[in-house]
């Protein structure tokens, strides 16, 4: 918890579950939605609705890879997350 607040500190537009899903692909727990949803706790729809905001508004992560049939996002953290 204390990554995920350290990085919504530097971070204030980030939501506490996007905080949380840049600190777990940070620290390669967790780099595909499905995965983070089940180890967490969260529905994987609210999982991918913050994870697709993360994406399009940030530039933080990035999208590697789509199942189309079950909607399970890869993703990776981009070089600027480091900064």
Known sequence: MHLVERTLAS?????PVQGAIL????????RDSKTFARLFGMAHAIVLRELNA????????????????T?????????????
Do not use: C, F, M
């Open 23 to 30: 600190v777990a692909a940070r620290q390669d727990i967790a």
């Open 54 to 69: 993360l994406i399009q508004t940030t530039g933080l992560v990035t999208q590697t890879k789509r199942d189309t049939r």
């Open 71 to 83: 909607l399970r996002t890869h993703y990776q953290p981009t070089s600027i997350s480091d900064a």
């Open 11 to 15: 971070n204030p537009e980030l939501s």
